[in-house]
């Protein structure tokens, strides 16, 4: 039983500490939630701030990630409601509003905010656990919207989706195939959470990821230049960079950036310094004793070859990893920087259409606009599949529904509400769950083994559990089109220089966008510039402005490149090093998620290798 005379000077030593902010978790709090209650309101009448309960935070089993969430929502949540409290008294000026009518349109302005799950979220229904990933999740969210919109301008479906969002320290990518893909348990700089997020995976490779020759090998990043100092082009002293690579390459040309650089910030991008640093690694490279004596566009052409198969190795996990072939996808570059790379990693996987809005750079910030609003709630239920199950899964949910709807009503008069209802099913023993819309039995058993056949190759014959209802509602955003002015003949180049693509130099001509006619083919290698990015068309692909103002790439000719097996070389050295790596953790990847010892898929007590013909270790 729940000591209440006990807790009482324990709670009360923490408040003597100075400590405002609690996170209340209970061993079966998720299903019998009273006495989180009795902890949480014993604390609000002793003055704490901040109090985040689980089963409210994160009504599910598993105490450890529930913990975790509940602990994070309690950090976070103080602090966003700072910043939630200063913007909307910029948007609605504290006035008698009690009192009086407002007097202003500005105190009627409703202020939402982007969830990691890719909705939007009123400002006081807003937590911290749901502002995680909200930043990437709003690209995601940009990425679907706008493919919708190109789909009903062009008349050509673009339903199924590579995300390749990159910027200057890291690159986000993300699969669409219809519907938005969602984690439900994840794990954020070690800390393990149980919250609705965008199904995202991040690699360590931006504009400014570090390059540099170690151990016979060519490495890219994790370590990053950041802004300050930067690239070495940023004329602060900085290493060289992925960004150095394309300058190097003449993808990122001087002279059509402002003059922002420097200590000063008064300087143009330094091309000098990024020739000089390369021609001095690749001095050094070629003391080491290779065959191939290499010139400085070689070796920057090696770090970017690298770069592109991490971030190709990037999008292999959450999209042929869980069994999807990329061969009829679209790639959906955006991101300061993945004008620069997209046909390369695309190319990389095989896909052979690129898609760039004309807010790719910034199409994050855009995306949060175009957002749905959501509500998400989860229901543990931890029974097995069945019509007793199925009856109490029915009652929940038409207990549950109202409750969400009633949170738009107020704002969203007159608009639809969509209520959707999903289960968490997993394997009796295993602790993989997979979300089946709420169906028949017999439906939801067929949709389940679909999914799990497509991700593990494999059906039990163990009975369906279900572990949690999770009710979604769902407003529709408003899908906003921007114009841009018809330009009605085909644009000449503004200029020529040279570009490094498929090994080998090109006069290649330059672009503006806005001057791009609709239909006008242009033909790679080339660059287009835009005001937020620079988009680079390599060689044996090409590019066509939609009616959408779309800039749709397509690769026109696939070329099998051919290596020598005769020497080592440092950079196919470290291609197939990362393409082994891959190997080997999506086989972890597959025994974590479908074993049913403790030892396997708690303690993660395993490991996965690749051996030779010879049994060697690769």
């Known amino acids: 039983p729940l000591d209440i005379a006990k807790l009482t000077p324990q709670l009360q030593a923490l408040k003597d500490e100075g400590i405002e902010s609690l996170a209340i978790v209970l061993m079966h709090g998720y299903r019998y939630q009273d006495h989180e209650k009795q902890v949480a309101n014993l604390a609000k009448k002793m003055g704490f701030k901040q109090i985040s309960v689980s089963h409210e935070v994160s009504p599910l089993q598993k105490i450890v990630s529930r913990g975790d969430t509940t602990v994070v ?195 143009t991008l330094d091309d000098k310094v990024v020739a000089e640093k390369f021609n001095a690694l690749a001095l050094a490279i070629n003391s080491e004793g290779n065959e191939e004596k290499l010139a400085a566009e070689n070796v920057a052409q090696g770090f970017l070859n690298v770069a592109v198969e991490n971030m190709a190795n990037a999008v292999k996990r959450i999209s042929i990893q869980r069994g999807y072939d990329l061969t009829d996808y679209t790639l959906v570059s955006f991101g300061g920087a993945g004008g620069q790379h997209a046909c390369l990693v695309a190319e990389q996987l095989g896909i052979k259409k690129v898609m760039l809005h004309p807010f790719a750079g910034v199409l994050s910030a855009f995306g949060i606009g175009l957002a749905d609003q959501i509500k998400l709630q989860d229901m543990a239920i931890e029974k097995a599949l069945n019509e007793e199950a199925l009856t109490e899964i029915n009652h929940q949910t038409q207990t549950l529904k109202p409750i969400l709807a009633q949170q738009f009503l107020q704002k969203n008069a007159g608009q639809s509400i969509d209520v959707q209802a999903r289960l968490h099913l997993k394997y009796l023993g295993s602790d993989n769950s997979l979300l089946v819309a709420v169906d028949s039995i017999e439906r939801m058993q067929e949709a389940f083994e679909q999914q799990h056949k497509q991700l593990f190759g494999f059906i039990s014959e163990q009975p369906l559990f279900v572990e949690a209802l999770q009710v979604q509602a769902t407003v529709a955003g408003e899908i906003s089109q921007p114009q841009f002015a018809k330009v009605t003949k085909d644009a000449s180049p503004c200029g020529q220089v040279k570009l490094f693509s498929d090994d080998k130099w090109f006069d290649a001509k330059v672009y503006h966008r806005t001057e791009l006619k609709a239909g006008q083919l242009i033909t790679g290698p080339c660059l287009v510039l835009e005001s937020t990015s620079t988009i680079v068309i390599e060689a044996n692909w090409q590019g066509c402005l939609s009616e959408s103002g779309d800039l749709l790439l397509s690769h026109y000719q696939m070329i099998n490149k051919q290596y020598s097996a005769e020497q080592a070389n440092p950079v196919l050295l470290e291609i197939f090093n990362n393409r082994f790596m891959n190997v080997a953790e999506q086989m972890g990847y597959v025994l974590e998620r479908t074993a049913a010892s403790v030892n396997i898929k708690e303690r993660l007590d395993f490991s996965c290798a690749v051996f030779n013909a010879k049994a060697q270790l690769i």
């Open 73 to 267: 929502d309690a950090y976070l949540s103080p602090v966003l409601g700072k910043y939630v409290s200063q913007v909307a008294a910029e948007l609605n000026p504290v006035t008698d509003r009690l009192l009086e009518k407002p007097k202003t349109p500005l105190e009627q302005v409703p202020l939402y905010f982007m969830q990691s799950n890719g909705g939007l979220s009123l400002a006081s229904n807003f937590q911290g656990k749901d502002a995680i990933l909200s930043g990437p999740a709003g690209g995601v969210v940009g990425m679907v919207k706008t493919a919708q919109q190109a789909s009903q301008a062009e008349g050509e479906v673009f339903n199924k989706l590579v995300g390749f969002d990159m910027g200057g320290t890291s690159t986000d990518v993300s699969h669409y195939a219809g519907e938005y893909e969602r984690q439900f348990e994840t794990q954020v700089a070690g800390v393990r959470l149980r919250a609705p997020m965008m199904q995202i995976h991040t690699v360590a490779a931006g504009g400014g990821s570090i390059v540099k020759f170690q151990d016979g090998r060519y490495q890219v990043g994790p370590e990053s230049a950041g802004a300050n100092p930067g690239p070495a082009c940023y004329k602060r002293g900085g290493p060289l960079t992925v960004t150095d690579c394309n300058v190097m390459l003449g993808k990122i040309q001087s002279s059509y950036f402002p003059a922002i650089f420097g200590k000063n910030a008064d300087e």
